[in-house]
């Protein structure tokens, strides 16, 4: 019986390796000025959009769906926990 495969090398966190500039257009369609969120209530709504992206990669997966990606499900679910990350590390401001 052969050994379980381990990996070589230790893996990273996906907040260090993700870049909202460079991969959040990959991902989605989006207009520049929705990739730089600049209020909570706009984080907000882009995490709603990815939350979106995701169910529906799910779907597609499940259904086993010639247009879905494995990769690309990985890398939007990459995205998605790290906009949370940050969303929830964002100081709250008391209502006005």
Do not use: N
């Not at 381990?6 to 959040?24: G, I, K, N, Q």
């Not at 709603?48 to 499940?62: P, S």
């Amino acid at each position: 019986m052969a050994a379980p495969c381990t990996p070589t090398r230790p893996v990273r966190a996906s907040a260090e390796t993700y870049d909202r500039r460079r991969d959040l257009p990959r991902l989605l369609p989006l207009w520049p000025h929705e990739i730089d969120v600049a209020d909570a209530a706009a984080h907000a709504h882009l995490i709603a959009r990815m939350r979106r992206a995701l169910r529906i990669e799910r779907q597609r997966g499940q259904a086993g769906h010639w247009a879905y990606d494995l990769a690309r499900h990985a890398a939007l679910l990459r995205a998605y926990r790290a906009e949370v990350a940050s969303y929830r590390q964002r100081p709250m401001r008391k209502g006005r």
